[in-house]
């Protein structure tokens, strides 16, 4: 089936990740399935945080994905795969986003859009995927002043229905990419788009802050940072990035 295919449409859900999790559950779900929330009550970020988002201004889904043959080791294609779609279709319509690593989707230093991924393993491979999207469309003032809009970029409403079906077209592209085990294709295509990428930045790891210089991705994804003594390679919760601009 086509990603897209079924679409479920809510007004309001918890999260559309626990509501996909639980139709997953109940085995009533088939792979290419979206679920598109206007509003969400718990909405989950990343790392535990919570997604806020103004009802009805903004795309709040999920698409439930089985791969035929993706192994665990490779399971960091679903993150390229997702962040690059993103991005495909913001550029398209002329906002110049790029992936923060590892998946945030930024316009300069605003956030623009999350994703949350949760896969379900069996033996070594990925059984299924949860994707979760959070995308700003028509929101002008967030909490967090670091967050942007389609909408406050481009300075026009945007329907989230026409950005949902060209997100969609976008995934059945690269689907096929993933499914053939094309995955150097995603991985060279996804840090053609990376935030920061050669540009020196300021960062924290266990041994404090520093300037470095982001220089790509490991087969992994872990992120390499060139430091003064060398490229060291990073898990998400072992970086912080503190600044664009170097001091
Ligand atoms: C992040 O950047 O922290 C990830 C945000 C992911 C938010 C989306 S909104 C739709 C889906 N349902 C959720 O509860 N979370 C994801």
């Known amino acids: 089936m086509q990603i897209g295919q079924k679409i479920i449409r809510l007004d309001t859900v918890n999260s559309t990740n ?5 139709l997953v559950k109940e085995g009533k779900i088939v792979h290419g399935t979206v679920i598109l929330a ?6 989950r970020g990343q790392r535990g945080a919570i997604w806020l988002s103004n ?9 439930f994905l089985s791969p035929d043959n993706l192994s665990v080791k490779n399971q960091v ?8 779609c993103l991005v495909e279709i913001l550029r398209k319509i002329g906002i110049s986003a790029s992936i923060k690593w ?16 949760e896969n379900t393993i069996s033996g070594d491979r990925i059984a299924n995927s949860i994707i979760g999207i959070g995308l700003n469309v028509n929101q002008m003032n967030f909490e967090n002043v670091s967050a942007t809009s ?7 409403f945007v329907s989230i229905e026409s950005l949902l079906f060209m997100l969609l077209f976008e995934m059945n592209l690269l689907w096929e990419h993933l499914e ?5 294709l995603l991985r060279s295509k996804y840090l053609e788009k990376m935030y920061l990428l050669n540009q020196q930045a300021t960062f924290e790891d266990q041994e404090g802050v520093f300037v470095g210089k982001i220089t790509g ?9 060139e430091k003064e003594i060398g490229v060291k390679m990073y898990d998400l919760k072992e970086i912080k990035f503190i600044s664009q601009n170097a001091f």
Request: glycine share 8%.
């Open 18 to 22: 626990n509501y996909t999790a639980n």
């Open 38 to 43: 206007d509003e969400q009550t718990a909405g």
């Open 55 to 63: 009802a009805g201004e903004n795309m709040l889904f999920s698409v």
């Open 77 to 84: 294609a679903l993150t390229h795969f997702t962040s690059l």
């Open 102 to 117: 590892p998946n945030d989707i930024y316009v300069s230093d605003k956030k623009i859009a999350g994703i949350l991924i």
């Open 150 to 156: 389609i909408q406050s970029e481009k300075s026009e």
């Open 180 to 184: 053939k085990g094309d995955l150097e």
């Open 217 to 225: 991705i490991s087969e992994a994804g872990l992120l390499k940072i």
